[in-house]
């Protein structure tokens, strides 16, 4: 069954309101994949959240994580399944996570670090890497890369985050979501629970795709939509997302409208070119201030980034190649 190709279009959809305000209020900004399924992208109109609606149910994507994603995603990049080669994957993770180290150390507290969605355990290795006295703890479905991880000398629970047992860790100190978020059908429901698993002064540590990054790279939506990704996220949404928990934001780090030399030095170090870098803190005491979700204020920003001929013209002036000696000009 693995080998087949993914019939998305025999899969039962479902209907759902905004996960990040509860409202049942959008608008369509788009109606097909980067490879040309009939998918909507939603915006709402109230908060400015966007995601995929309707979609495929939980058993949907437990069918297509369970037997297809990997071959899936290769068909759609052009490319060979290499999602086997876990030696290749954790060598990539642990360049990756010593940068993000690098970058995030003060944030990095003593005690349990948690990784939700660990895969073969490289991340924590490369934070290990830098911060050594780290106790590192992975999360991973896989049996395969949990497996992997736990012969590496990562600690790796085999489980979904949300069906770990409450006593199998008590509290965490540091928890890392790395290119994971967009993967969730319940982002609500994994906010909240990395804020109960936390101690007070710990620290929710996130590297998020930026949806808008994406669309304007390509001009074009479709360019950045994709059946295992329900939910895009910009910095504005996610930023509010984690401060409507009660989380307080202190790291925020935007690869969209960076120089290039800055861009192509991050991805020597090892860290992507279009990713969002936040990390949000559990504030010490009871009082905890929650952000107000209704914000059409973003809605009608992002409304009016995401227009077609505002994409288009975005594009044509920071990444088109067919004007970069204009560019170079104005630089």
Known sequence: MNNQEFNYNGQKLENIPCNLCGEDNFAIIARRSANGLPVNTCLCRNCGLIYINPRMTKEGYDEYYKYHYRHDRALAKGKEDAGGDLEKNFSAARKFGSALAGRLREYLGSGITLDIGSSTGGVL?????????????????????????NQKGIK????????????????????????????????????????DYLEEGGHLILSVKNFRHQARRAG?????????????????????????????????????????????????????????????????????????VSRPDIYRQMRRQFSRPYLKLYYLLFYSHRLGFLRKIFQ
Do not use: W
């Not at 890392?176 to 978020?181: A, G, K």
């Open 125 to 149: 290795q490369g934070l290990k890497d830098v911060v050594p006295d780290l106790e590192v703890v992975g999360v991973e479905p896989s049996v395969a890369e949990s497996g992997f991880a």
């Open 156 to 195: 790796t629970h085999v489980s979904l985050f949300e069906n770990l047992p409450r006593e199998t860790i008590a509290s965490a100190q540091n928890i890392l979501c790395v290119q994971s978020l967009n993967h969730l059908l319940d982002p609500r429901s994994f906010f909240q629970r990395c804020f």
């Open 220 to 292: 074009s939506i479709e360019a950045g939509v994709q059946i295992d990704h329900p939910y895009m996220f910009t910095p504005e949404t996610l930023k509010l997302f984690v401060e409507s928990i009660g989380f307080r934001v202190v790291y925020l780090d935007v690869d969209e409208g960076k120089p290039q030399r800055d861009l192509i030095q991050q991805r020597k170090e090892g860290l992507s070119r279009h990713h969002i870098r936040l990390v949000a803190e559990k504030p010490k005491g009871k009082k905890i201030a929650v952000a107000e």
